[in-house]
């Protein structure tokens, strides 16, 4: 590192700022962070801001995704096996700076959404950007400029309390979700709590890693074997799945079911269903904007507390780990659907998430610019 420190800063006489954005997405990680950087990055262009990501080639990437929409992609090696723990963090910044030091115009600034980066990362950072904005969920301590926690909690003012600078603007609330535009055109096209419930969604999204959907899917088989399940299935997983040709089969046997692989348009499923089961995360904000009451199940540890908490106000069905789930308890959890609980979750949930926070979080970016 010691090296590329002392190449300094080069500069461009360029009229825009110019955002790097460090985010993964892949078969173990998901696509949620990737998505709703993407969310906030269309936001930004709007407002002048030049944009760019920068991240790992790994298995079930979407970074065509990002090029697709007019973004280009610098690429980091994913070479974390061959290090310690301690270096992974500096490796990957010595990465980011070269391309920064490359790449960068007059005004840089860093966006970054990743768990495995952190403080010590945006320290080394810090000298060859502008502007630092964290995106993060885990109340740990940051060396940014804003930062933004999209997560409901129940202390959600005193969360980040000294674990981030005195100026460091907070964005805090699903208000600030960042969703794609799809959703807030939907919204705005006349959705209502819903009422009755005759179409269940299962989507899980990323790769599913405790095959969830599968075990969704068998319980309903169950119930429609016994008469007990008349409602229409629609099923959407992603090509990081791979149980995915086994739930294309299982699907197929089940009456009155659909079966939707790498949709880009879910939010349109999303309005057709009355009932979605599914994971915690950011997809719990775009069901939220849609008034789509949810069974969540818990599939990885940093769901965990907001799940609850949001299940402590009403606005969610929690029916805990995935990993302590099985077919025998899903076919428990529709018997006992309380269909008057369903209709007050999805009229909660219409409340509190409206669609626009994307363009909310990006204003306050753009204010950034006279700090």
Same mark, same amino acid.
């Given at each position: 590192?010691?090296?590329?420190?002392?190449? =300094? @800063?080069?500069t461009?006489?360029?009229?825009?700022?110019?955002? #790097?954005?460090?985010?993964?997405?892949?078969?173990?990680?998901?696509?949620?962070?990737?998505?709703?950087? $993407?969310?906030?990055?269309?936001?930004?262009?709007?407002? *002048?801001?030049?944009?760019?990501?920068?991240?790992?080639?790994?298995?079930?990437?979407?970074?065509?995704? #990002?090029?697709? @929409?007019?973004?280009?992609?610098y690429? %980091?090696?994913?070479?974390?096996?061959?290090?310690?723990?301690?270096?992974?963090?500096?490796?990957?910044?010595?990465?980011?700076?070269?391309?920064?030091?490359?790449?960068?115009?007059?005004?840089?600034?860093? $966006?970054?959404?990743?768990y495995?980066?952190?403080f010590?990362?945006?320290?080394? $950072?810090?000298?060859?950007? *502008?502007?630092?904005?964290?995106?993060?969920?885990?109340?740990?301590?940051?060396?940014?400029?804003?930062?933004?926690d999209?997560?409901?909690?129940?202390?959600?003012?005193?969360?980040?309390?000294?674990?981030?600078?005195?100026?460091? %603007?907070?964005?805090? =609330?699903? @208000?600030?979700?960042?969703?794609?535009?799809?959703?807030?055109?939907?919204?705005?096209?006349?959705?209502?709590?819903?009422?009755? #419930?005759?179409?269940?969604?299962?989507? #899980?999204?990323?790769?599913?890693?405790?095959?969830?959907?599968?075990?969704?899917?068998?319980?309903?088989?169950?119930l429609?074997?016994?008469?007990?399940?008349q409602?229409?299935?629609?099923?959407?997983i992603?090509?990081?799945?791979?149980?995915?040709?086994?739930?294309?089969?299982?699907?197929?046997?089940?009456?009155?079911?659909?079966?939707?692989?790498?949709?880009?348009?879910?939010?349109?499923?999303?309005?057709?269903?009355?009932?979605?089961?599914?994971?915690?995360?950011?997809?719990?904000?775009?069901?939220?904007?849609?008034?789509?009451?949810?069974?969540?199940?818990?599939?990885?540890?940093?769901?965990?507390?907001?799940?609850?908490?949001?299940?402590?106000?009403?606005?969610?069905?929690?029916?805990?780990?995935?990993?302590? $789930?099985?077919?025998?308890?899903?076919?428990?959890?529709?018997?006992?659907?309380?269909?008057?609980?369903?209709?007050?979750?999805?009229?909660n949930?219409?409340?509190?998430?409206?669609?626009? =926070?994307?363009?909310?979080?990006?204003?306050?970016?753009?204010?950034?610019?006279?700090?």
């Amino acid at each position: 590192m010691g090296r590329l420190l002392n190449l =300094g @800063k080069k500069t461009m006489n360029m009229k825009r700022n110019k955002i #790097f954005i460090r985010v993964d997405s892949g078969v173990e990680i998901g696509a949620g962070h990737a998505m709703r950087c $993407l969310s906030l990055a269309q936001a930004l262009k709007k407002m *002048n801001f030049e944009l760019c990501f920068i991240s790992k080639k790994t298995g079930g990437n979407i970074s065509k995704l #990002f090029t697709d @929409k007019g973004f280009r992609v610098y690429y %980091i090696q994913d070479n974390n096996s061959k290090l310690k723990k301690r270096e992974i963090v500096k490796n990957d910044a010595t990465q980011t700076a070269k391309i920064i030091i490359k790449h960068q115009t007059k005004s840089s600034w860093i $966006l970054v959404d990743h768990y495995d980066l952190d403080f010590k990362w945006e320290k080394i $950072l810090r000298k060859y950007v *502008n502007k630092i904005i964290v995106i993060d969920d885990l109340a740990r301590k940051h060396d940014s400029d804003l930062l933004l926690d999209q997560n409901y909690d129940e202390n959600l003012k005193t969360r980040y309390n000294k674990l981030v600078p005195r100026k460091c %603007i907070k964005l805090l =609330g699903p @208000k600030y979700a960042l969703l794609r535009n799809e959703f807030s055109n939907l919204r705005k096209n006349n959705v209502k709590p819903r009422k009755n #419930f005759e179409s269940v969604l299962i989507s #899980f999204g990323g790769s599913d890693p405790t095959n969830e959907t599968e075990k969704v899917l068998s319980a309903i088989k169950i119930l429609k074997t016994k008469n007990q399940f008349q409602k229409e299935v629609n099923v959407v997983i992603t090509n990081s799945n791979k149980n995915k040709n086994k739930i294309k089969q299982l699907c197929n046997s089940i009456p009155n079911t659909k079966f939707y692989q790498n949709v880009y348009n879910i939010g349109k499923l999303m309005c057709k269903a009355d009932l979605a089961v599914g994971a915690g995360g950011s997809s719990t904000w775009e069901r939220f904007c849609l008034g789509l009451p949810t069974i969540v199940s818990i599939v990885s540890d940093n769901q965990q507390k907001t799940t609850k908490a949001l299940a402590k106000k009403q606005y969610i069905i929690n029916v805990g780990l995935a990993k302590n $789930l099985s077919v025998k308890k899903y076919v428990k959890i529709f018997e006992n659907l309380d269909i008057k609980k369903l209709r007050s979750i999805s009229k909660n949930s219409l409340k509190v998430v409206d669609g626009n =926070g994307s363009v909310r979080v990006a204003r306050r970016i753009k204010l950034l610019q006279s700090a």
